[in-house]
C-alpha cells in the first residue's frame, strides 16, 4: 500500500509564504493526477490544487495566483508553495491521488496556521 507522508505546515503570519511537500513510498507520483487538498476546523475537506502526468495545473479561485503546485517525479514528490497567505488558509493539507471524487484514504496531514 502507498504511503503518502506530508510535511513542510508551520504557524506563520499573514502575508508569508510556507512549501509543503509530499513524499510517497511507492510510484504514485508520476503515475497520477496529484492533488492538494485541505480541511479547516468546522468545515469539509476540500480540494485546493491539481497537477495532471502531462503537467497541467489547476486550482480553486481562493488560491489562484498565491499558491503554486508541482512535481519532481525522479523524487517522486509534490510540492504546494504557499505565497501571501491568509488567515482563510489555515487547514490541515493533505496530498493525494487525483482521479476526480473524493480519495477515502487520507496521510496524517501537515497543519498550517495563518494569523492576522
Known amino acids: 500500500q502507498v504511503q503518502l507522508l506530508e510535511s513542510g505546515g508551520g504557524s506563520v503570519q499573514a502575508g508569508q509564504s510556507l512549501r509543503l511537500s509530499c513524499a510517497a513510498s511507492?510510484?504514485?507520483?508520476?503515475?497520477?493526477?496529484m492533488a492538494w487538498f485541505r480541511q479547516a476546523p468546522g468545515k469539509q475537506r476540500e480540494l485546493v490544487a491539481t497537477?495532471?502526468?502531462?503537467?497541467?495545473?489547476d486550482y480553486i479561485p481562493a488560491v489562484e495566483g498565491r499558491f503554486t503546485i508541482s512535481r519532481d517525479n525522479a523524487e517522486n514528490k509534490i510540492f504546494l508553495q504557499m505565497n501571501s497567505l491568509q488567515p482563510e488558509d489555515t487547514a490541515v493539507y493533505y496530498c493525494?491521488?487525483?482521479?476526480?471524487?473524493?480519495?477515502?484514504?487520507w496521510g496524517q496531514g501537515t497543519q498550517v496556521s495563518v494569523t492576522a
Open positions: 511507492g510510484p504514485v507520483i508520476w503515475v497520477n493526477t
Open positions: 493525494n491521488p487525483y482521479r476526480g471524487t473524493m480519495p477515502t484514504s
Open positions: 497537477i495532471a502526468r502531462g503537467g497541467a495545473k
